[in-house]
């Protein structure tokens, strides 16, 4: 019995691959031409014309393209396949596409208008390229690498400029990829740029000599060789001596005080965003680490005090429970109407009610009699400067209550 593309793709998210490429590619093409067909079904049909487009639907597959209320995912992966009709440059370039809204949809118009050679579009593509999210950053650097496929290195470099730091991230990354030095590119007085460049580097040998014959002109750059050199050898030991030979330089926070500062370095300075100052990051190697707490005998303790002094808590949840999604770095007690926060960071706690409370008063002391650091309204909004951490959307310096109370859903 002869399967269909209803069969081959019963529901969303289940399909016959294989299945699939055997249908002939003229059925295929005539299904995903009508969008009255599901979108979930009409995209792997989408994938599996790669290479075989029927050239007397190429129109009919061009008008899904530009037609804004069909799906996006349909008209991205459409975009990728006809990624070889020149007559969809005019199009791909008019004024109106600005106009694009819908989800992906502009950036792969741009990796379109790259593949089809437009130099035109160099200088956007480097700002996808540059891009935080690795989705879209690899779309732009698709497209920049067809550009460059085509013309040259010089040609787009050229293109591009070096006016803005995502033209200079394009910089770094087209010279390594033709086998030229980078290493004067971890100065640039951009993080992201300095930090792309140290994540490219690859010989140790190289790192050291600009370490040790003064070429590193500035703290910055000699600390994003450091981590470089540390990336690639592990030896901790290296990277504190080199430490030391610096200066031993690191982030001063007005009343961020070494408990707060070693177990906030200890849980985001090993991972921070590309533009974190890189200070945070090699002091992150060289500190020696707090120890963590016991979570289980941390809530035990805290369920212990708040028991004994009469406040009735409800057993403790993790913040990704309390909220039904997501997780981070501390658990919930509630107790009455109120509601702790207790931090897996140390020995941390807190809670968004009112300080004066007489109810809160009488947890934050059962508290901290029982070994617990209350922290308060005052430290909490102490900002940990240069500290770059993703949060919903942002990747800028977060507060201290943040930090020891995270949450991400």
């Known amino acids: 019995m002869r399967r269909t593309i209803d069969t081959l793709i019963p529901q969303a998210g289940q399909t016959d691959t294989a299945g699939l490429h055997a249908l002939d590619a003229d059925e295929l093409a005539a299904y995903v031409a009508d969008s009255a067909h599901p979108w979930w079904r009409r995209r792997p049909c989408v994938l599996a014309l790669a290479g075989r487009v029927p050239e007397h639907r190429a129109a009919a597959l061009i008008a899904r393209v530009q037609d804004p209320h069909d799906v996006g995912e349909v008209r991205i992966a459409l975009l990728d396949l006809l990624a070889d009709r020149t007559e969809l440059l005019p199009w791909l370039r008019h004024k109106d596409r600005r106009k694009e809204n819908s989800y992906g949809v502009p950036a792969a118009i741009l990796k379109a208008r790259g593949l089809l050679g437009d130099r035109s579009a160099a200088g956007e593509l480097a700002m996808l390229a540059a891009e935080p999210w690795p989705r879209f950053r690899a779309i732009g650097e698709a497209g920049l690498d067809a550009l460059v496929a085509r013309y040259g290195t010089g040609t787009v470099l050229a293109d591009v400029g070096d006016a803005r730091p995502e033209d200079r991230i394009f910089r770094v990354r087209a010279l390594h990829r033709a086998g030229r030095d980078i290493t004067t590119a971890l100065a640039d007085p951009d993080r992201a740029v300095a930090h792309h460049a140290q994540s490219l580097l690859t010989d140790p040998a190289r790192i050291r000599d600009y370490l040790r014959t003064g070429e590193a002109p500035t703290p910055e750059s000699g600390l994003?060789?450091?981590?470089?050199?540390?990336?690639?050898?592990?030896d901790a030991a290296e990277t504190r001596a080199i430490h030391d030979s610096l200066g031993r330089p690191r982030v001063e926070v007005d009343r961020l005080d070494d408990?707060?500062?070693?177990?906030?370095?200890?849980?985001?300075?090993?991972?921070?965003?590309?533009?974190?100052?890189?200070?945070?990051?090699?002091?992150?190697?060289?500190?020696?680490?707090?120890?963590?707490?016991?979570?289980?005998?941390?809530?035990?303790?805290?369920m212990t005090a708040l028991d004994a002094a009469g406040l009735n808590p409800e057993p403790p949840v993790s913040c990704g429970e309390a909220h039904r999604q997501g997780g981070g770095t501390y658990h919930v007690i509630r107790f009455g109407e109120c509601e702790l926060s207790i931090s897996t960071l140390g020995r941390f706690a807190t809670s968004d009610e009112d300080e004066e409370d007489r109810t809160v008063r009488a947890a934050r002391t059962a508290l901290e009699s029982a070994g617990f650091r209350w922290i308060d309204a005052a430290t909490g909004a102490i900002r940990v400067t240069g500290l770059c951490v993703y949060y919903f959307g942002s990747r800028e310096p977060l507060t201290v209550d943040t930090l020891l109370f995270y949450w991400q859903d």
Do not use: F, K, M
Request: with cysteine; aromatic share 8%; hydrophobic share 30%.
């Open 224 to 234: 994003w060789a450091a981590y470089a050199l540390h990336r690639l050898t592990g």
């Open 259 to 302: 408990e707060l500062r070693g177990a906030i370095l200890q849980e985001y300075g090993h991972d921070c965003e590309e533009n974190s100052d890189p200070r945070w990051r090699v002091e992150a190697i060289c500190a020696t680490p707090p120890t963590p707490p016991d979570e289980e005998e941390q809530l035990r303790r805290a």
